[in-house]
């Protein structure tokens, strides 16, 4: 009995360090990383000067065309995650104020993500690999519920999400393989698609009336000199119960409705995001009505 239990104390201990020795290889992987996606570039990434920083998202990422700001003197780049929710976005602008990063103004998408104030998990499990590296991140985790088992034990995370930051993806990073969530200084033109979904219905989606990433957002803009710009983007003509960007209205005063601006349905790949003529179209009214000096 004494030989069985020093046996499994021994692979006990073994597992403890295989996982410790891979913990650390992986997250040294993950800190070599800039050119798979924006977390990680902009974790990796030194002090940056900005006139311009997008927030939101698919719909800041695929509606907010970047070079249409730099032909205009505007030095900008849209970090609109696909996927994910104002918990993301907020701990994204906390970690280029940890970075040192000089930002003018913050563009965010605040519109459909106010709804709710939880994490996108697909998304937010792209942070994880640096939760040990950055307090920004850290902090940012520190109340959801498994943030003691993604923080202490070691390998974990990786293993918990291994599809989005798991084997896979550290090799493709040792092998240097880009993605294009770089390109276009982070804008995402979409195209017009035959099979795209028309029609929506948000009459049961309600924002909410105090949430909690929002106005953190809020906060370190004004916190930091950042003039604040919330937008409302717009919904293609075929939506049920458009009257969600008043309540919107009504909650949040200061975030400015440009659900309108576009409304044909040849200018949306899907109801809820506009193709790359949709958003050119709505980019030029963004500039033309707040950056036209």
Known sequence: MKKFLLYIFKILIVTILVAVLLDGLYTYVFMQSKNRGKIEAVVNSKKEKYDVVILGSSRANNHFVSQMFEEKGLKTFNYGMSGGHLFEASLMLKLMIERKYEIKNVILEADLNLSNDQESEGVAAKFLPYIHCSNAIKEHFLTEENFNELYYIPFYRYIKFDSKI????????????KTNALDNLGFYPLEKHKNGNMKNNIVNLNPLPHN??????????????????????????????????????????????????????????????????????????????????
């Open 166 to 177: 798991g084997f896979r993806e550290v090799y493709k990073i040792a092998e240097n393989e």
């Open 212 to 293: 909690k990433y929002y106005e953190e957002i809020k906060h370190i803009c004004k916190k930091n000199n950042i003039n604040f710009i919330a937008i409302m983007t717009p919904m293609c003509e075929n939506v049920v119960g458009m009257n969600y960007f008043d309540k919107v209205k009504k909650a949040y005063p200061e975030i400015h409705n440009y659900e309108n601006v576009v409304v044909e349905n040849k200018y949306f790949s899907s109801c809820g995001h506009m193709t790359s003529e949709g958003a050119r179209l709505f980019t030029g009214r963004i500039i033309n009505d707040f950056f036209k000096k």
